[in-house]
């Protein structure tokens, strides 16, 4: 019965068009008044006491580096100097976009931010290139969603924060899975454009290479700061969030002197704007995570669960297979807020490695942002290439499907996650 008023009324709130915060808080009520524990008191508190976590400081550093980033060229800096070494080769644009893609993982963490600075700049050089405006779309989308996975990423701070697994160890392990998802890119990339007749542009002289890499050393110094730091415990991960803003903001003014105070401003403020929705969400997700505790949901679905405790494989591919229909109507980081919690249990119980799982989970939610019918990054970049939705998604499913692949290869083959992140975390 708990879990039927769980589902309903968040379920209920959200089909009625409120805000996915307001809906976590009403099914907060919902619960509380089910379980007879209704007190407003009560409830402000654990809103309070969900949004008062250290890790979570995180969050804000690091969308605050990323918009520092597109707003003072150093996003501009990492894509000329990959178009530099390999734009030349058949679809090589495409290229690029995987390898920036990459490169800018390892400094935001933020799949919209990423797919926004790759769809602002690429976009338009790919249309003049010749390339299809559906299938540029469609892979900037997909090496988009490489930025929560390779570190540092604010799903994994966000995973970590609601089931307490370390969030050092997410990241060390989010490196192979997320560089896998770019060789899967290039794979199917190298497939169409081949297919396709993409044309070839202009090689580079080793002059103009030499000199996009010494433009763009500043901006590729930074991942090897952060994930260098994190490996070696120079710094927590909340600390190195704190680490890439004031990074990206010394090169953003005193280096590459870009950027405007306007534009400095308009950094900080979206940065704030972003960061309150996300708090906010958190916040009122601690109700309903207090209340599933309470109830013992968790207990319930282990329960339901239980004849696949002993055949950690397949009850991966069921988690997965959930996830990912889950994933479709759900964005990212309530996905996680609502559904971590309650599959920690089932995890620890049947003996999967909690980090392998997060990293898992992760990748699904954040294929979940490139599928219909709510896709944030498919808006992010259909709006930035004024295309139809249609067309977008025409043009993504070659590399959503190798995306999807490579996720369904990592529950076959657990030791590609935990075997190099028991390497990096050393």
């Given amino acids: 019965m708990t879990v039927s008023v769980f589902l309903i009324s968040l379920i209920g709130a959200m089909a009625l068009g409120m805000p996915i915060a307001f809906a976590l808080l009403a099914c907060g009520v919902a619960m509380m008044l089910h379980l007879g524990l209704f007190d407003s008191q ?13 890790p979570l400081l995180a969050v804000p550093f690091f969308l605050l580096a990323g918009e520092i980033m597109n707003a003072g060229g150093l996003s501009r800096r990492i894509i ?35 797919t926004a600075a790759l769809g602002a700049i690429l976009i338009p050089i790919m249309r003049k290139a010749g390339y299809d405006a559906g299938r540029a779309a469609g892979l900037i989308a997909c090496g988009g969603i490489i930025g929560p996975i390779i570190p540092p990423s604010i799903g994994f701070v966000l995973f970590g924060a609601v089931t307490g697994v370390s969030i050092s160890k997410l990241f060390m392990a989010g490196i192979v899975p997320g560089l896998l998802l770019g060789g899967s890119l290039v794979l199917a990339w190298f497939i169409v454009a081949g297919r396709d007749g993409v044309a070839v542009t202009q090689r580079r002289s080793a002059r103009d290479i030499g000199r996009s890499v010494v433009h763009a050393g500043w901006a590729l110094v930074m991942p090897l700061i952060i994930i260098g730091g994190l490996r070696t ?3 927590t991960p909340t600390e190195a969030a704190v680490v890439a803003a004031a990074y990206a903001l010394f090169v953003a003014v005193v280096v590459y002197r870009e950027i405007t105070p306007a534009a400095l401003y308009r950094a ?3 940065a704030a704007m972003t960061s309150a929705v996300v708090m906010f969400m958190v916040a009122a997700t601690a109700v309903s995570a207090w209340l599933i505790s309470v109830a013992d949901l968790p207990g319930e679905v282990v329960r339901f669960l239980n004849p696949l405790i002993d055949q950690p494989v397949l009850l991966m591919f069921v988690m997965m297979s959930v996830l990912m229909v889950i994933g479709m109507p759900l964005d990212m980081t309530p996905t ?9 249990p089932l995890v620890t119980k049947a003996g999967i490695d909690p980090v392998y799982f997060g990293v898992l989970f992760i990748m699904n939610c954040c294929i979940g942002l490139i599928t219909p019918p709510v896709g944030s990054v498919l808006n992010v970049v259909s709006g930035i290439a004024r295309i139809p939705m249609g ?8 590399f959503l499907f190798a995306e999807s692949v490579v996720l369904f290869l990592l529950v076959l083959f657990p030791s590609l996650v935990t075997v190099p992140a028991a390497f990096f975390s050393r």
């Avoid at 009560?42 to 008062?52: F, M, R, S, T």
């Avoid at 067309?391 to 070659?398: A, E, F, K, L």
Wanted: hydrophobic share 60%; net charge negative; aromatic share 8%.
């Fill in 233 to 235: 415990g120079v710094f």
């Fill in 80 to 114: 000329d100097c990959a178009i530099a070494i390999v734009g030349h080769l058949r679809g090589g644009l495409g290229y690029v976009t995987i390898a920036s893609a990459i490169i800018l993982a390892s400094i935001s963490g933020s799949a919209v931010a990423d």
């Fill in 268 to 270: 900080f403020a979206n």
């Fill in 391 to 398: 067309q977008v998604m025409r043009g993504i499913w070659p």
């Fill in 42 to 54: 009560l409830l402000a508190q654990k809103v309070i006491e969900g949004a008062d976590s250290f």
């Fill in 336 to 344: 996680i807020l609502i559904l971590a919690p309650v599959l920690m």
